[in-house]
């Protein structure tokens, strides 16, 4: 399974970006982010069906996940973009579709995208 993202770039803060990635069948999706020197963390996941997305607390009311199953695509719509939301961002898939849990763990996600910079300039 290769998962593509794409659409990160450097954007001055309060702007916006939207991420995208090709998405893996009917697994559940997740972003995360990684600043240098950190953890990588959780950002937002969703479901096949769309329903009762998750998103962290530190990004909450600001980016959106969503996807589009007929063009099998997950987004990232990032609004209100912040320095400290600089980092790579990466897209991520569980094992299977038969697993319909969201979950924060990064353990839990089984596939992986390359990444994609964000960069956001003050």
């Known amino acids: 399974v290769q998962l593509q993202a794409s659409g990160g770039g450097l954007v001055q803060a309060g702007g916006s970006l939207r991420l995208s990635c090709a998405a893996s069948?009917?697994?559940?999706m997740g972003w995360f982010r990684q600043a240098p020197g950190k953890e990588r963390e959780f950002v937002a996941a969703?479901?096949?069906?769309?329903?009762?997305?998750r998103h962290a607390d530190s990004v909450r009311g600001r980016f959106t996940i969503s996807r589009d199953n007929a063009k099998n695509t997950v987004y990232l719509q990032m609004n209100d973009l912040k320095l400290e939301d600089t980092a790579v961002y990466y897209c991520?898939?569980?094992?299977?579709?038969?697993?319909?849990?969201?979950?924060?763990?990064?353990?839990?996600?089984?596939?992986w995208g390359q990444g994609t910079q964000v960069t956001v300039s003050s």
């Open positions: 991520a898939a569980r094992g299977s579709s038969v697993i319909t849990v969201i979950t924060t763990d990064k353990r839990q996600y089984k596939y």
């Open positions: 069948g009917r697994a559940v």
């Open positions: 969703i479901s096949w069906s769309g329903g009762s997305p």
